[in-house]
């Protein structure tokens, strides 16, 4: 993979400096709390949706507002607003997708009082009675994003939106199948850095850039140096720092179901109105929240992970257990039980990280199964 490109797209993500421009020159951006925010809705409305991730290190503000037991993932969002790095934004759209998310959604609007604001309410089953609700709750909000901008909603807008994402989407599982190859054409640390430059981005542009990257990996006979290919599981997790260590130590990652990867991006939108938008949503199966008429949600997590695994030939699995992760909490006994066959490493996560010791396991772990 073309290693330039990748870090020039990933510093659009570090720096965003291509949200700030896309505001100077009069756009709407508005911060999602959570990958399933339907991001066609606000990019047919004329704004860009940005995917709220914090980069800050230490999170010694956030600690005086929120409960310090919490996730990683909201503590480095509301240090870095606390800071005044997100200056450019117009408003933020949570999501109720798990208890962390709905309090760190009221949160953030008391503390930081953005123009506007908005928690778009997920119903947990999939029916037909949830779709109904979910659809009418897609249109109360709508209703809300237009009066309150002045903007415009259409079905046509909407289509062309749906067709930029899937588009995005299509382009994401061509990169993963390099991913999959015996030499993987794409380093796990190449894909994480790709995946977090599209939420710094109009996915037009972004769809751009993977074209042209795509055009290009037959100059590259990939990784073959490698001894173990790893499945990284998670919720909110986007350290490159770390996936960075574990291929230096030896591991490829070659598939995950991370929010901010497979979760957020798999799926595609099967027809072009809001109802087929409301259902690839509810039907997200990587969702740690939604479930099918009968079974659990973390059944259809399980499958998520075991589909990955399948189509990826990942050999083990490193799960990234963040302490304030209620998700991670709950979910992770599950998973050691069902893959208790499959080599696991369960690597805890608090801030600071204690690297040292982090990567001495990773490094046990790859030299045992490698
Ligand atoms: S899934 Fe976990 S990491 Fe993500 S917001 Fe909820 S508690 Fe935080």
């Not at 009069?26 to 004329?46: F, W, Y």
């Not at 991670?328 to 996560?349: A, K, M, R, Y």
Request: charged residues 30%; contains cysteine.
């Amino acid at each position: 993979m073309e290693k330039d490109k990748v870090n020039q797209l990933y510093n659009f993500f570090l720096t965003r400096s291509l949200l700030k421009k896309y505001r100077e020159n009069g756009r709407i951006v508005i911060g999602t709390l959570c990958n399933n925010v339907p991001e066609e809705i606000i990019h047919s409305m004329g704004a860009v949706p940005v995917r709220l991730l914090g980069l800050s290190k230490s999170t010694e503000l956030a600690s005086a507002k929120i409960p310090t037991w919490l996730c990683l993932y909201s503590k480095r969002i509301m240090e870095d607003a606390l800071k005044g790095e997100f200056g450019f934004l117009d408003g933020i759209v949570g999501m109720t997708s798990d208890d962390t998310k709905s309090h760190f959604f009221s949160a953030y609007s008391f503390y930081l009082k953005p123009r506007f604001s908005y928690l778009i309410q997920i119903p947990y089953v999939r029916d037909e009675t949830s779709l109904d609700f979910f659809e009418k709750e897609l249109r109360r909000f709508i209703g809300r994003f237009t009066s309150f901008f002045a903007t415009e909603f259409s079905e046509e807008k909407l289509k062309e939106s749906i067709e930029v994402y899937n588009t995005f989407r299509e382009l994401l599982n061509d990169l993963s199948e390099l991913r999959y190859a015996d030499s993987p054409r794409l380093s796990g640390e190449e894909w994480l850095k790709l995946l977090l430059a599209s939420t710094s981005m109009l996915k037009e542009e972004m769809n751009d850039h993977l074209r042209e990257l795509l055009s290009k990996t037959n100059d590259f006979e990939g990784y073959k140096d490698y001894k173990l290919r790893v499945h990284l599981s998670g919720t909110d997790f986007y350290d490159v720092e770390i996936v960075k260590m574990i291929e230096e130590m030896g591991g490829i990652v070659v598939s995950d179901d991370l929010c901010t990867s497979a979760g957020y991006y798999k799926g595609f939108v099967e027809g072009k109105t809001l109802k087929d938008l409301a259902k690839r949503y509810l039907s997200q199966s990587a969702c740690v929240l939604t479930s099918g008429v009968g079974n659990l949600s973390i059944e259809d997590r399980l499958e998520f992970i075991r589909e990955r695994i399948r189509e990826s030939g990942a050999d083990a699995i490193i799960l990234l257990k963040d302490r304030g992760c209620e998700i991670c909490g709950h979910q992770c006994p599950f998973i050691l039980q069902e893959f208790s066959d499959f080599p696991t490493l369960v690597l805890d996560l608090d801030s600071p990280y204690p690297t040292e010791q982090l990567r001495t396991r990773v490094e046990a772990f790859i030299e045992s199964y490698g």
